[in-house]
């Protein structure tokens, strides 16, 4: 079957718009751009599923790879049949094409490897027969043979039992049969390698759960247990069931005494050979499906974090906490542009903590501070407390809000930082990064490496490289929805953007100091490196605000610039309304004129009519303002104050497969389990919430000791 009908059924897809897309990705078109402007070719579908339709297609061309690989192995080996190369070609997965492999790949020396060399085989090979008045015992005596190592009855019969149970074991139905009954009746289970000792894997201890049952975060929390030696982990399962499944695969006579002996063989099999290989597998399936759910549940809180809105043209303070070194402190005005810096020490003597609130009051006043920005990190909760008691002082209405500082020192020990704030020290551009990702999330979170955001669980226990991916590919559907400004753009945003790689990116730079601020989309055309092709994928993501034609400050991609004109046109908008981009009526004008006849009018898909008229009417639209604004602090609570029953407000920092944890202005995040999220039964708090949520929450319970809140958001 062709990829396009395989994947048309996966994705439910008509096989037409299957095809579009191979051929685009084939054609060296970037995701964005196809799930942009390509929506004709492929029915609308978003960047996510053609990112997992690309994902899948790959899969599908390295099993076909994989297929021809084994069949001209196979076939060297001079051992390929019609009904072999058939099995090949029916299997639907890697595993279960090395099941079929298996008898034919080299072996390193194995027990029935050296009892073959003792010349037993054509003894396993009669056994096996079962044939009516074979007589096993007495066969055995005429392969005893000293000098082959084989000195009695009990050896030959060892050794054709050995050859059997491998047979067994490479027997590609019968694998596929015990697979399947320890994925429907295994048993994972783990228990303590020390008893008595304390850890955070106490609940796994003594702990079982079925393999069909067991929940992706369980997996992932056992197998970091048995790495840190705290736990034992293995599946567990009745052998009878499997064993009889084995044996009518390969006991079909009547000789009870053959019976006998391939029953021992298999058993010997099952226990020695097969079930800790199916074992291996099984966990190595249950991370994988684990490791694949945890990073989708990164990769949805992560564009939630970066899609935040931002707080623009707000003079912010940024305040990274500190004990021994110090606070560090710096002000950015409202584009980000780095207007003072200075060192406070608020956790020291009282004479400290008087100057150090003294810093921030004059900051506050001389460059009219509109919110102070603090880091999370160390110290963040006594920062905290004084920002809350200092800004009642202030001359004017200040307000602060407590952000994530994950990978702000990862980005100020960066070349990037070096670049962009050569003059200040290292500790300094923490902070600037801190005021900076509450002004603008996304341009600044950009800057560092996804997996150092810090909005998933057992991150470091993904595949590293897969994580990379997966997380690079929600920053560049983060990016290229929200569009980028040519003229203000750094770097680290530029090399987000479809179809542009790092050394475009830095010739784009160069270009515009050399030659000031780009006057329209078409002059990136003369920026070295940047082809055609590159052109066509990035134009229609980039923005160019101090452009003459207004196109050039929407989503609009610049080959559906003739479009655009002609249906203003057609709706008689005047060449006045058009220079100065005023469009507010458009959608009831085309409503008016029908889109239908306006797309064929002017040769044009609905879905890019449709987008052209978004755009339009709403020019340098941020998709992000249309979230609600992120809640601002002006006081503070202490864990201490909590009490049972209290309501309060907070913010979801981070969604995970067993609840939610919410910032509720105490330093530590309470915890909504996911029992307590909705009166409703939900699969995942995913369904529910997300990222940045502003919520109402009651507290159940508080445990000071050990800095945990328990919250309900039922009530």
């Known amino acids: ?49 053609i990112r997992e339709f690309a994902e899948k297609l790959e899969y599908l061309r390295g099993l076909d790879k994989r297929r021809e690989e084994i069949r001209s192995l196979i076939d060297a080996q001079q051992q390929l049949t019609d009904e072999l190369s058939a099995a090949i070609d029916k299997a639907a997965t890697l595993s279960e094409l090395e099941d079929i492999y298996r008898p034919y790949r080299p072996k390193r020396k194995t027990r029935a490897s050296v009892a073959k060399e003792k010349g037993l085989e054509p003894f396993a090979i009669e056994i096996l027969k079962q044939e009516n008045g074979f007589d096993p015992a007495k066969a055995a005596v005429n392969f005893i043979d000293e000098e082959k190592g084989v000195a009695t009855y009990e050896d030959a019969m060892q050794g054709a039992m050995d050859i059997i149970a491998e047979q067994v074991s490479d027997n590609a139905e019968i694998r596929k049969r015990v697979r399947n009954l320890t994925n429907i009746y295994g048993t994972v289970c783990s228990v303590a390698v020390d008893a008595e000792k304390e850890s955070v894997y106490t609940i796994y201890y003594d702990f079982k759960e079925p393999v069909k049952k067991i929940a992706g975060h369980r997996v ?18 009745d052998s009878e069931r499997p064993l009889n499944s084995i044996c009518k695969v390969m006991i079909n006579g009547d000789n009870a005494l053959c019976a006998d002996i391939i029953k021992e063989a298999c058993t010997d099999a099952y226990q020695r050979l097969i079930f800790p290989s199916i074992e291996r597998e099984i966990r190595n399936e249950l991370t994988d499906t684990a490791a ?50 200075a060192v406070i020490y608020p956790t020291h003597s009282e004479r400290k903590i008087q100057e150090s609130k003294q810093t921030i009051l004059n900051l506050i006043k001389k460059y009219n501070v509109d919110i102070i920005s603090i880091g999370n990190g160390t110290a963040s909760k006594e920062t905290e407390m004084f920002t809350a008691d200092l800004i009642k002082e202030a001359d004017h209405k200040v307000y602060y809000m407590v952000v994530s500082e994950a990978g702000a020192s990862v980005y100020s020990a960066s070349k990037l930082a070096a670049t962009e704030l050569p003059e200040l020290d290292l500790t300094l551009r923490s902070a600037v990064s801190i005021a900076r990702r509450l002004q603008d999330p996304l341009a600044e979170l950009v800057k560092i490496e996804p997996k ?10 993904m595949p590293q490289k897969r994580l990379g991916e997966t997380l690079d590919g929600v920053v560049e559907n983060c990016v290229n929805s929200v569009g980028v400004d040519l003229n203000t753009a750094s770097p680290a945003l530029l090399s987000r953007v479809a179809g542009l790689n790092s050394t475009v990116c830095k010739n784009i730079v160069a270009y515009r100091e050399e030659n000031g601020a780009f006057s329209s989309r078409s002059e990136l055309k003369k920026v070295p490196k940047l082809g055609p092709k590159a052109f066509e994928q990035c134009a229609g993501f980039l923005r160019v605000p101090e452009s003459r034609n207004s196109l050039d400050n929407t989503g609009v991609h ?7 004109k002609e249906l203003l046109n057609i709706l008689q908008y005047s060449d006045k309304e058009i220079k100065q981009g005023d469009f507010a009526d458009l959608q009831f004008r085309v409503k008016q004129k029908g889109t239908k006849s306006l797309a064929d009018i002017l040769g044009i898909g609905l879905p890019t009519l449709d987008d052209i008229v978004k755009e339009l009417s709403k020019p340098g639209r941020d ?23 209290m309501e309060l407000k907070g913010t979801v920092r981070n969604v995970i497969d067993f609840g939610a ?20 039964y939900i699969k995942h ?25 328990s919250l309900t958001m039922r009530f």
């Open 558 to 564: 610049p080959e559906s610039y003739k479009s655009a």
């Open 685 to 709: 708090p995913g369904e529910v919430l997300k990222v940045g949520d502003v919520v109402n929450v009651k507290v159940l319970s508080v445990d000071p000791d050990k800095n945990r809140i």
């Open 1 to 49: 079957m062709e990829y396009s009908q395989l994947l048309s059924q996966q994705f439910n897809i008509k096989q037409e718009y299957a095809s579009n897309i191979i051929l685009l990705l084939d054609d060296g078109n970037t995701i964005p751009f196809i799930a942009r402007y390509r929506k004709e070719m492929h029915g609308s579908m978003d960047d996510q599923l």
């Open 220 to 237: 992932l929390a056992v197998n970091r247990g048995e790495k840190e030696g705290f736990l034992k982990v293995s599946i567990e399962m």
């Open 452 to 461: 150092a955001i810090g909005v998933g669980q057992y991150q470091h226990d």
């Open 623 to 645: 998709p992000r303002d249309e979230l609600p604004a992120p809640m601002l602090r002006s006081d503070i609570l202490d864990i201490k104050d909590l009490k049972d029953g």
């Open 661 to 680: 944890f919410v910032d509720i202005g105490v330093h530590q995040d309470g915890l909504v389990h996911i029992s307590q999220i909705c009166d409703k």
């Open 292 to 341: 694949e759910n945890a990073m989708k549940v990164f990769a949805v809180n992560l564009k939630q974090l970066l899609m935040q809105p931002p707080v623009k043209g707000k003079t912010v303070l940024g305040l990274d906490p500190g004990f021994r070194t110090g606070c560090k402190v710096a002000v950015v005005d409202g584009t980000g542009k780095v207007l003072d810096t």
